[in-house]
């Protein structure tokens, strides 16, 4: 079983191990954020959901499962090749279009926090955990110089699938209610390189803000 598959399971342990009639310890959410990816080499954008399970009425300690969806990354830039003769340099536009979307598997506890009137919590938290990415990267070479009519001639054309692991770390304040609490989270990851694979990590990997909405089914 390689390491995604690992994850999965684990993901799939998450959703199967608890049980749901302790609707006290469940809440559920959304979230979007925005931040700058050092891997991908550009800004990041993102949204998805989350749920979380705190592990008993006792515990002060959250386990969360998230999804993210980013926006597509589209950038083109220039290189010089060869014609096949060797003879006169054609100038070709690569045209990238990477799209993501990744898992997170996370431990929640809070550090500056207290029950409020009705027994929801306000204050802040920290966040540390484990994350999987997969991106697709598509990528065409256009030939700018034998354009046909309106359209350029393709040269090469391939995709490329590609998954990488991350540690994630988030600071966070909320504010509950009755009606569901807001948040707001500052993170930060340490990635492997997208294009240079395990042998190569970055810290920081991406840095970002996001803000969410999450409910508790009961208070606690």
């Not at 300690?61 to 340099?89: C, H, K, M």
């Not at 799209?99 to 027994?119: D, I, N, Q, T």
């Not at 970055?202 to 009961?218: A, D, E, H, K």
Request: charge should be neutral; hydrophobic fraction near 40%.
């Amino acid at each position: 079983m390689d390491r995604t598959s690992t994850f999965r399971h684990v993901v799939a342990t998450f959703l199967l191990s608890a049980p749901f009639s302790v609707l006290g310890q469940w809440s559920a959410g959304v979230m979007g954020g925005a931040g700058l990816d050092h891997g991908w080499t550009g800004p990041s954008h993102w949204a998805g959901g989350l749920v979380e399970r705190r592990l008993s009425d006792s515990s002060s300690f959250v386990l969360r499962l998230s999804g993210q969806w980013y926006d597509p990354i589209e950038r083109a830039y220039t290189e010089l090749r060869p014609n096949s003769d060797g003879s006169v340099e054609m100038e070709v536009v690569q045209a990238e279009t990477i799209r993501r979307y990744g898992l997170a598997l996370e431990v929640k506890m809070p550090v500056l926090s207290a029950p409020c009137e009705g027994g929801y919590h306000r204050g802040a938290y920290v966040v540390a955990g484990l994350g999987w990415e997969h991106a697709q990267r598509h990528v065409r070479g256009i030939a700018v110089e034998n354009a046909v009519g309106t359209e350029a001639a393709v040269l090469s054309e391939a995709t490329d699938r590609i998954d990488r692991w991350m540690g994630r770390a988030a600071v966070g304040l909320q504010y509950g209610t009755r009606w569901g609490s807001p948040f707001v989270e500052g993170g930060i990851t340490l990635a492997s390189d997208p294009y240079a694979g395990e042998q190569h990590w970055l810290f920081p990997g991406q840095i970002g803000v996001q803000v969410g909405y999450r409910y508790t089914f009961r208070k606690r």
